[in-house]
């Protein structure tokens, strides 16, 4: 049976006073949930109707609680979003919270954009377990649609890179996510929240089918990968990235551009990138 989604709003304590449960009323029929504001300009070309709603979080990197109905969820996401990329709390209201809004609309087909890399993959993730808790597969119809082969696309590597005449033929070729793939994405969810790097290695290998959510596993594997920690004490990501300055990118955007182009899978920004470039300015083993 369908039930509501709902977030107390005004028990968070970033509200802007915007009182009770939200409760929108019916606007759209159709959604569409971009992952990140660079999809805006190619989609905003296309003849596609709906609302639009920007999912503007970062689950791949930060704390997560397995609840994400819950205020203490989003406010912890908020006070980490703060202190990492010292954004205040006013624009993650603006930006996250007031977005999520859209969700408690009556839509009856909602669209997910998100691409291949574990940035994408884990923020699905997270919108595919809210989406879960508030809906039966009768309504809405919900489809994924994913850049997954780019030779057709001149190569381009992510959804701000397509006109909207591509962002049309993506459209035209996605697929529809049923109960059972909604209920795999909410184990791996439950998995990668609760860092069971043991369960999630198990559980990939153990699942051999991955109906329309194929490029889930890569992205988990990365995950796996950027976990382990070598003999001195650094990270897969922290270890890329000094060799990368070793070999002569001394400054950060030489650093970036090297690492984009050998470990796309991670579909890390030049701000996550900061996060792993400052641990190794800690240890004393770059200067920048």
Not at 24 to 42: C, E, K, P, V
């Amino acid at each position: 049976m369908q039930s509501e989604f709902k977030i107390k709003i005004d028990k968070l304590p970033f509200t802007k006073g915007l009182g009770f449960i939200y409760n929108l009323a019916f606007m759209n029929a159709i959604l569409h949930i971009l992952n990140g504001d660079a999809a805006l300009d190619g989609f905003d070309q296309t003849g596609l109707d709906g609302d639009v709603m920007v999912w503007r979080e970062v689950f791949s990197e930060g704390p997560l609680q397995e609840n994400i109905l819950s205020g203490s969820f989003w406010s912890e996401r908020r006070d980490w979003i703060g202190r990492t990329f010292d954004a205040p709390a006013n624009e993650y209201q603006h930006k996250v919270i007031d977005e999520l809004g859209k969700l408690n609309s009556r839509y009856t087909e909602i669209n997910l954009w998100f691409e291949f890399d574990l940035h994408c993959q884990v923020n699905l993730l997270g919108v595919l377990e809210m989406l879960s808790l508030k809906t039966d597969m009768s309504a809405p119809a919900i489809y994924l649609i994913c850049l997954a082969d780019c030779v057709q696309f001149d190569n381009k590597k992510g959804l701000g890179e397509l006109t909207g005449e591509q962002f049309e033929e993506l459209y035209d070729a996605r697929e529809r996510l049923n109960e059972w793939e909604l209920g795999l994405a909410a184990d791996a969810w439950r998995l990668y929240v609760n860092n069971d790097l043991a369960g999630l290695e198990k559980w990939l290998n153990e699942n051999t089918f991955w109906g329309g959510i194929p490029l889930l596993k890569p992205a988990l594997q990365a995950h796996l990968k950027r976990m382990q920690t070598n003999a001195d004490g650094l990270s897969y990501i922290e270890q890329k990235l000094l060799d990368i300055y070793n070999n002569g990118a001394k400054t950060k955007t030489a650093i970036y551009h090297a690492f984009w182009k050998n470990e796309s899978i991670f579909g890390m920004g030049d701000s996550e990138i900061d996060i792993y470039l400052n641990k190794l300015k800690e240890k004393e083993l770059i200067e920048l």
